[in-house]
């Protein structure tokens, strides 16, 4: 079985662009969930997506957005980019919604914001 | 009452040699308390969790403890092996809860010597 992809793996953008990550949960899966990991803030929660309705949210601002199509693949988009959000940008896919032991990450995507 | 603290933030061990890392929560209504392990490059992945049910659950050479009144839980890794060299990660969250489902500790990088 597959596992979860996220396209693409790098990206460099610079301040006040936006950008649309991907990612294809494992096949099966339906929930789809992001996270922003930093050295300073570590691993956060962003919000999950759920059978295309977002179950879940972090306390991140509204310039983070997502979506989950009804083949489950997901998409995140950060509108204005700042410096701040330099990060490796993680999904997990699981069968279930909410919290679950089968949680499967992804292998991330790298944004610079310059 | 959101945090989860974890310590050392490196660990250098021996191979053969007991790996001990340590966290700590506030939020009491957590009721699940995953470790995550992460290779650079690669999304965490699930090494092993506990329910505050038990004070003890053990898979392999690792052993997670749990101590519900101190609002502690530590990650034991037995025989330490160079392959167990990564960053480790303990999380909390509430199963039943709405919102930020897991919160993460910053992180432990592991280094086992040859």
């Known amino acids: 079985k597959a596992g979860v992809t996220q396209t693409p793996r790098y990206l460099i953008k610079t301040r006040g662009q936006q950008v649309t990550l991907s990612c294809s949960p494992i096949s099966g899966h339906r929930s789809v969930s992001w996270y922003q990991q930093t050295p300073g803030q570590g691993l956060q929660f962003l919000f999950e997506?759920?059978?295309?309705?977002?179950?879940n949210k972090g306390n991140f601002p509204g310039r983070f957005s997502g979506r989950q199509f009804s083949n489950s693949r997901s998409e995140m988009n950060v509108s204005t980019l700042e410096l701040g959000d330099s990060a490796l940008y993680l999904c997990a896919s699981s069968p279930f919604s909410g919290v679950t032991d089968t949680q499967y990450f992804g292998p991330g995507t790298r944004l610079t914001v310059l | 009452q959101q945090q989860v603290k974890q310590s050392p933030q490196s660990l250098i061990v021996q191979k053969g040699g007991i790996s001990i890392i340590n966290c700590a929560y506030e939020n009491t209504a957590f009721d699940y308390f995953p470790w995550y392990q992460q290779f650079p490059g690669k999304g965490p992945a699930l090494l092993i969790a506990i329910r505050p049910d038990v004070s003890e659950k053990k898979e392999g050479r690792f052993t997670i403890s749990f101590n519900k009144s101190a609002k502690q839980f530590s990650l034991h890794i037995m025989d330490s092996q160079p392959g167990d060299s990564a960053t480790y990660f303990c999380?909390?969250?509430?199963?039943?809860?709405?919102?930020?489902?897991?919160?993460f500790g910053p992180g432990t990088r592991l280094s086992v010597l040859p």
């Open positions: 999380a909390a969250a509430h199963r039943g809860g709405y919102g930020q489902n897991f919160v």
């Open positions: 997506y759920f059978s295309e309705t977002q179950r």
